[in-house]
């Protein structure tokens, strides 16, 4: 399905060539040409000058009776779909001659975001790291009554919301005498939605208090997990009897089991630095990048579970989108995701005031460089409130630090410590760092979340 640009330009019907179409170099230089002859004829009194000027005075008068009276109708659209980094995105730019003349050529520019690789006939097996450019022109050939297409496609390479237009024509005609004005279409937005990177985590959730879940919950109902033998009561199903304690017994005693139960995920992005170069997909993937594909991959990973999923931004906007499961939840995660950017300037908020709107038995997901202290103060506040937290560091392993002098690989080394350091302190506060590595990243640590969730509490 085609979606067409907002502002397409159609052909303007008008006979006033001054405004429309403009004389090129070309038509400049045969006037001049054919006036130096006959003034050099009419000086000199060389008739054979005449003969020279008089054919191309009357090729420019021909071409130009064959002028056209009105601009191209040009068209910009793209396939309506949902492209993922990596996908490939077609655009058509269509030019439309009603005239009752042909034009020699016609000339189309598409201006586009530097992450779209559209190109017309391009090698698709050319490398596709980092922005660039692409904006040349194609060269298309329209005849009278005829609309001609350009096709253009090509990978986008990052997640995101980018610009793709406006294009813009021009015209030749007049045997090259003439030239139209500029006919630019309006621009269209175009959303990559991130790449999910694999992702699985098997461990149980440490409180799932849902309804109808995946989830072994330590509520007594039907589930798979067994919780111990009873005696039968009223209502109890016959496929639950244990007939062995049963005949031990002379008592009729059924399997209890643990009901199985949905939960809560709250993903949280620490949006307040960034760090690392971007270079989309295939390339070397900067903080936010890992973030954003990250919480992709794990709202996906919950929500095909049947679990509650709902994301958090720790930044200057502080947008929140509420729990909810389900596809529908999915895709609306994936259009939250792409308005994230980084806010350095955010003002302080504390872990006490995110604690506010999320739910004590939801199981929260930081995923955060660890590159400010306030997002050290935000994990501590989160897990003083009593809120299971697990903190996943999104910077990249292999982030190294410009040269600028002796001492920079000293200072890196120092910020290195003093980061794990901090790492530490966090682990002291309940809250386990884990890098994130995606599938298995958050095992080992929902094990242990799960097992501090189920260890009896001290009563005062």
């Known amino acids: 399905m085609a979606q067409p640009a907002e502002g397409d330009l159609e052909p303007v019907a008008s006979t006033d ?4 179409w403009a004389p090129t170099r070309a038509l400049g230089r045969a006037v001049l040409l054919a006036g130096l002859l006959l003034v050099a004829a009419v000086l000199l009194g060389r008739t054979e000058l005449v003969i020279l000027a008089a054919p191309l005075a009357l090729s420019v008068a021909f071409a130009l009776g064959k002028r056209p009276r009105t601009l191209p109708g040009l068209r910009l659209s ?3 779909s949902f492209p993922v980094e990596g996908g490939d995105l077609g ?15 016609t000339v189309v520019q598409l201006q586009h975001s530097p992450w779209l690789r559209l190109e017309g006939g391009a090698d ?9 450019g692409g904006n040349r022109p194609y060269v298309t050939f329209v005849p009278r009554g005829v609309a001609t297409a350009v096709e253009l496609a090509g990978p986008a390479v990052r997640w995101g919301r980018h610009w793709l237009g406006p294009a813009s024509a021009h015209a ?9 004005r500029a006919v630019v279409t309006g621009a269209l937005g175009v959303k990559v939605y991130p790449l999910t990177d694999p992702f699985k985590a098997d461990e149980a959730m440490p409180r799932a208090a849902g309804l109808v879940g995946q989830h072994r919950s330590r509520r007594p109902g039907e589930g798979g997990e067994l919780a111990g033998v009873r005696q039968f009561a009223p209502g109890d199903r016959l496929r639950r009897v244990d007939w ?7 008592r009729l005693h059924v399997a209890a089991t643990l009901s199985d139960r949905d939960a809560e995920v709250v993903v949280l992005l620490d949006l307040l630095a960034d760090a690392g170069r971007s270079e989309g997909v295939g390339g070397t993937a900067s903080v936010l990048d890992r ?6 991959a794990i709202a996906e990973h919950y929500l095909h579970r049947g679990d509650r999923v709902s994301v958090l931004e720790y ?8 729990p909810a499961s389900g596809r529908r939840q999915y895709l609306t995660v994936l259009e939250w995701l792409l308005d994230a950017h980084p806010s350095p300037t955010a003002q302080e908020r504390g872990g006490a005031q995110l604690a506010a709107g999320i739910s004590s038995a939801a199981l929260v997901v930081v995923l955060t460089p660890l590159l400010d202290a306030r997002s050290a103060a935000m994990l501590a506040g989160l897990s003083r409130s009593g809120r299971f937290v697990v903190a996943v560091d999104t910077l990249p392993s292999d982030l190294t630090s410009p040269t600028v002098n002796s001492w920079t690989d000293l200072s890196h080394r120092l910020w290195r410590a003093e980061r794990e350091n901090t790492m530490g302190q966090l682990g002291e506060h309940g809250v386990p760092v884990v890098a994130w590595a995606g599938a298995g990243s958050l095992d080992a640590v929902l094990r242990d979340v799960s097992r501090l969730a189920a260890a009896p509490k001290a009563v005062r």
Do not use: C
Request: charged share 30%.
């Open 91 to 105: 655009a058509t730019v269509e030019v439309e001659n009603r005239d009752t003349v042909g034009y020699d050529l």
């Open 315 to 322: 930044g200057a906007q502080a947008r929140r989108l509420r």
């Open 17 to 20: 060539t001054g405004d429309n």
């Open 172 to 180: 030749v005609a007049a045997d090259g005498l003439l030239v139209s």
């Open 78 to 80: 793209t396939v309506e």
């Open 244 to 250: 062995r304690v049963s005949l031990r017994t002379e």
């Open 291 to 296: 973030s954003v594909r990250a919480a992709a």
């Open 124 to 132: 698709p097996n050319a490398p596709r790291r980092g922005p660039r």
